[in-house]
């Protein structure tokens, strides 16, 4: 008895010993985040001190650093984490249901279809324009309908590869095969939209792609918490269950879990998080693809931390990315989303190499 008492408690402080570094792991994220989103409010054209932007947010400032910081840089900073966040998690989520590495919202397509139905509406409907201005700056007219085409665009692709999988039975591993393909159609479809229209317009669709995290106004960051809060709920909520799909459907099966409403809730949200991030912010590749692999380098494949970490790791990636942006050759913005794919590409493949190496 005693025996067993003592082997009950080895095991025990086994686990906590466990449980205790990858929470650590997520702590020292949380606050590297925290770091930076500092940094990131403070520098600029106008350079503010960290003291200052902290005073600002406490509410005892006035004047010229309350309104950068409240009406320009942070919703720019919030923006940036919460579709970090995002992103990551709708990327660490659809790897694990379709036990495939290589899913992620941008190569199942989703991405590709919002592209789609924003250029449909910057040519068919005349959503986009050059201003009258010396610099012949580009406008979106009206950004609304480009935002809600490109997100119906995006839920049509979900819809389809959920029908595929539903009806068709066309197996995990080919979804994201059949992502590529409908990514594929849906950027040949853009291409030919661009070929019939005048420059102004192919301009606009480019301007649009390129992604811009400051684009979001705090109404657009109100309805993309919303969402990513309610979809990170579910995925922790149902943390267990993609345990139990990552060692296989029929062992799920044996443990209980329905697998196909799984597989069909997961994508549903996860593809939600992405349509409404690219519908608001434009095309930002590779955050859902390498943020989780990352993640499970350091702290494992366990949904009840990966997922979360993927969260936070996300939010320092697309962070550390759009601050670099602002800074590289400042006053001029570049384009986020070519930025995290110059960051994310060569990652990848590291991840890769050191992957097959490993094995």
């Given at each position: 008895m005693v025996n067993g008492e003592s082997v009950h408690k080895g095991e025990l402080t086994h686990y906590l010993?466990?449980?205790?570094?990858?929470?650590?792991i997520l702590g020292v994220l949380v606050i590297l985040t925290g770091m930076l989103a500092l940094y990131a409010i403070s520098a600029g054209s106008a350079e503010l001190s960290p003291w200052q932007v902290v005073l600002?947010?406490?509410?005892?400032?006035?004047?010229?650093?309350?309104?950068?910081?409240?009406?320009?840089?942070?919703?720019?900073?919030?923006?940036?984490?919460?579709?970090?966040?995002?992103?990551?998690?709708?990327?660490?989520?659809?790897?694990?249901?379709l036990r495939n590495p290589l899913a992620s919202p941008s190569t199942l397509g989703i991405a590709q279809g919002a592209a789609f139905g924003a250029a449909l509406a910057i040519i068919g409907?005349?959503?986009?324009?050059?201003?009258?201005?010396?610099?012949?700056?580009?406008?979106?007219?009206?950004?609304?309908?480009?935002?809600?085409?490109?997100?119906?665009?995006?839920?049509?692709?979900?819809?389809?590869?959920?029908?595929l999988a539903q009806y068709k039975g066309v197996s995990p591993e080919s979804m994201v095969l059949a992502g590529v393909a409908l990514g594929s159609l849906f950027s040949a479809s853009t291409m030919l939209l661009q070929y019939f229209t005048n420059d102004v317009n192919v301009a606009a669709v480019v301007f649009w792609t390129f992604g811009d995290i400051g684009r979001a106004s705090w109404g657009e960051l109100g309805i993309m918490t919303c969402i990513v809060l309610v979809?990170?709920?579910?995925?922790?909520?149902?943390?267990?269950?993609?345990?139990?799909?990552?060692?296989?459907?029929?062992?799920?099966?044996?443990?209980?879990?329905?697998?196909?409403?799984?597989?069909?809730?997961?994508?549903?949200?996860?593809?939600?998080?992405?349509?409404?991030?690219?519908?608001?912010?434009?095309?930002?590749?590779?955050i859902g693809l390498v943020a989780p692999h990352l993640v499970k380098r350091i702290i494992g494949g366990d949904n009840r931390f990966l997922i979360p970490a993927s969260g936070v790791m996300?939010?320092?990636?697309?962070?550390?990315?759009?601050?670099?942006?602002?800074?590289?050759?400042?006053?001029?913005?570049?384009?986020?989303?070519?930025?995290?794919?110059?960051?994310?590409?060569p990652l990848f493949l590291y991840l890769l190499i050191r992957g097959a190496k490993l094995r």
């Open positions: 010993k466990y449980t205790w570094k990858k929470k650590l600002t947010l406490l509410g005892q400032t006035d004047g010229h650093a309350e309104i950068i910081i409240w009406s320009i840089r942070l919703p720019r900073v919030l923006a940036s984490m919460v579709a970090g966040v995002g992103l990551a998690v709708a990327g660490a989520v659809m790897q694990t249901i409907w005349g959503a986009g324009s050059s201003s009258s201005t010396s610099g012949g700056e580009l406008l979106i007219n009206n950004p609304y309908i480009v935002t809600i085409t490109a997100f119906v665009a995006a839920m049509l692709t979900t819809m389809i590869i959920i029908f979809a990170l709920i579910f995925f922790l909520f149902n943390r267990w269950n993609y345990n139990a799909l990552d060692s296989g459907a029929e062992t799920a099966k044996g443990l209980g879990v329905n697998v196909e409403k799984t597989r069909q809730w997961g994508m549903f949200f996860a593809s939600l998080i992405t349509a409404t991030v690219v519908s608001f912010l434009g095309i930002i590749a590779f996300g939010a320092l990636l697309l962070l550390a990315a759009d601050t670099l942006s602002r800074r590289i050759i400042a006053p001029i913005v570049l384009p986020v989303g070519a930025i995290t794919s110059f960051l994310g590409a």
